[in-house]
């Protein structure tokens, strides 16, 4: 069954959520004990937003690759030989 494009996106933003909140207690709780940096609390914001967008685009685009499967369905052509 395929997903509609707003269903595609719904479950990106879904995921990137959940990932942005893991991201930002990772980066607040790793950096300054692994790394020494200690940026405020809205430095992490900011890098978390940047990294939520791409990361939106990204799941958002290969979720319509996945459901639409033209190009895997292309690439799969070219290998696959017919029997003679």
Do not use: C, H
């Amino acid at each position: 069954m395929k997903q509609s494009r707003i269903d595609s996106f719904m479950e990106a933003i879904t995921n990137v959520l959940v990932g942005f909140g893991i991201n930002f207690i990772a980066n607040w709780l790793i950096l300054p004990w692994y790394f020494g940096i200690e940026p405020d609390l809205g430095s992490f914001a900011i890098l978390g937003l940047i990294y939520t967008l791409v990361s939106i685009a990204r799941s958002y685009a290969i979720r319509r690759l996945f459901n639409g499967r033209t190009i895997w369905q292309a690439i799969k052509a070219v290998y696959e030989k017919p029997a003679r």
